[in-house]
């Protein structure tokens, strides 16, 4: 291994309640590469794949699944890398490795701790691009697998409501609900050019700008009978005004919270949750986490449905560890189609 | 049949938004007793039960199973009866029947139409008092029964929260929690005599008056692991308040927003939604009338619990048709303790 340098972002402060994330947040360092020893390996960083979960890590008034980042520690984030030196004979040098490798170069992975178990895999022979194995084949695309088919039980002749349709796991919601055999799959997003996309080269049936539309008239004619399944990732306005246009039996498949989760002013919900009741619907909540041991029947389905040509996939590169905290801000202000990728190293 | 005078409430106009139900609503009018022909048969009532969708039936605003109720129509309401005259063979004359018998002394019946497909009976060999075929065993204890299997997916071992707990719903679903082996039963209830009641007589574990108590802060004592059900009939607050304190995947089975189905001005739901997702929760709305397929199976049950002696049946009496608008004021204001039931006629 010829190179020594290992470039991190580390977290310098918490933001403030309605502080964007910025560069300002964190501390470009250099140390050295570290050196494995007992069964430790070191991966270096290929790619980054920023999510919106990333907030949450820096949130200290906000539930997390793998609790926030201690100030001072190199940023969390999930990427795809190679393995460059191994003290494990499970990890072999040259093995490509997914898992949570941080905002650096070189990180030391030791098989153990609930970080390691949820979210890493190696990979011997991985699909190029190696992001396809952070997007679609990875956790976006297991988010949309099991909330389309666990808590959104979607169904052949479903009317189908994807929000966020232009985002990793949105874009693929809308292309499994369509594999699946919805009977009409419509798809949020905040331009025209994304709603375009979304037509034209995913196969959703229609989709709504929904920042310059009237959601709610659109809603009742592209749905006069109701939708059957809401896919949301939004919540707030968008989730309330979709909850007015369920049909009887619905479901809801809630996957987050966008619009809201960190917003320290939000305090009601959406007045239409009596829709549940009047249309005896379900609403759900999931993590793609609660999965995990399903994981591989996600990977095989979205494998195949990818080789066959059905599922597309989009990724929206950004370029350089130095500009993830930018790649972060562009994800929060919706500016991706697709999985919002960072390159951050050649093999 | 010897009488001829057929005392009615009829509707005389619809409430004002923020407007109670009270006899103003209401014209109170003596016709004669029908005459059956064809298919029909004529019912005498003897007891009825005012529930809570009553005011739906008067509230154009409102979405309703059944539909408004027509200014000058005779007021719908459910109760039990006993076939005074019949020209179907049957439904014989001293048979009893349970079912939409409206405001009024006499009812003409015929067997058609979803109102009497879904809820109406013949019984031939009725529990005495008569009431209980209104209450525990008709409609209040299968809602409460579907309620807790179906969309409240009771099982063994469960942390349930019953809102509304004194009411004809509630007192059933806290006891069927009970039966089906709950770990703990928590209800809500407006006063102190009521939780008492609750606790010593239907045997909850605990009670809560939340009207004096602080529910957040009660909840966290009580529920220190989490609520896995929470049995809701109440929504607005109560919701919003129970919803913080549900574990991980709890179920929320809903079947009324009692607090604010005919509040104009509720415009925001419970902002603890959210926590459906960091709990990876389940929210259902559910109403009695999709079980009516099953409704024979919900009788057997809460049959045998009531003989036995495990479910305890409470009713609430108040004496004759002309108080009932007075009847509905009570139920709404919360004054009752079980299921109100109103004496119309003797046998």
Redesign the interface.
Known sequence: MSETRNRQWRVARYPEADEPISSALFEWVERSVPEPTDDQFVVKTLYLAPGPALRGYLDVSH?QFLGNVPVGEVMRGRGIGVIVSSKNSDYTVGEYFVGSLGWQDYSLQQPRGKEFVFSTKKISSPLRPLSLELGILGQSGATAYFGMLEAGRIKAGDNVLVSAAAGGVGSAAGQIARIKGAAKVVGLAGSDKKCQWLINTLGFDRAINYKTADLNDQLAKEFPKGIDLFFDSV?GDIL?TGLAHISLNARVA????IS??YDPN??????????????????????VF?YWERFAEAEQALRQWHSSGELIFCEDLSDGLENMPQAVEDLFAGNNSGVKICWVNNE
Chains 1, 2 share one sequence.
Do not use: K
């Open positions: 539930q919540g309330n809630v996957c987050g919270f809201t989760d939000a305090d009601t919900g959406p007045i239409n949750y009596r829709n549940l009741l009047y249309q005896r619907a379900t609403m759900q909540g999931f993590i609660d």
